[in-house]
């Protein structure tokens, strides 16, 4: 799908399976994503130390960053390690990932060493901007 109609993404979609656990115990500071198109764990390191999201909708509308009021949240994480040998990863969220996210969709980010996300919020739809990283590493070393 390379063609001019084709849609291109920068994100992977994932899927919030899990967390990490034992036989008895659970540890809900470490989640375990199944990332899509990926089926063995050389594949999977692709994707240790990027960036992943949780977007989700909240009850009441808050305004972030001096920026319009909005329902829409994020949960920002990055992928730590590989969990097993089908192509499921592990990630550790700034927040823990709440229950009610098993089963839901998880974006993970391919720029592993990009600086600046901008998140912009209007009308209840989220769209990221994504600079160059090029331009940006002058800038910042």
Known sequence: ?????AIRRLYVRAIFTGFKRGQRVQHDNTALLKLE??????DARFYLGKRAVYVYRGVKKHSF?????????????NITRVHGN???????????LPPQAMGK?????????LK?????????VICFLLF???KICNFWY
């Not at 198109?37 to 050389?42: A, C, G, I, R, Y």
């Not at 960053?65 to 994480?77: D, F, H, L, S």
């Not at 089908?86 to 823990?96: L, T, Y």
């Open 1 to 5: 799908m390379s063609g001019k109609g």
């Open 37 to 42: 198109n990926v089926h063995t764990s050389k």
């Open 86 to 96: 089908s192509g499921v990863v592990r990630a550790k969220f700034h927040h823990n």
């Open 132 to 134: 160059d990283p090029y």
């Open 116 to 124: 600046i996300w901008s998140q912009i919020v209007y009308f209840g």
């Open 105 to 113: 969709l998880i974006h993970a980010l391919p720029q592993q060493h």
């Open 65 to 77: 960053r001096k920026g319009p009021k909005t329902n829409i949240r994020c949960i920002w994480g």
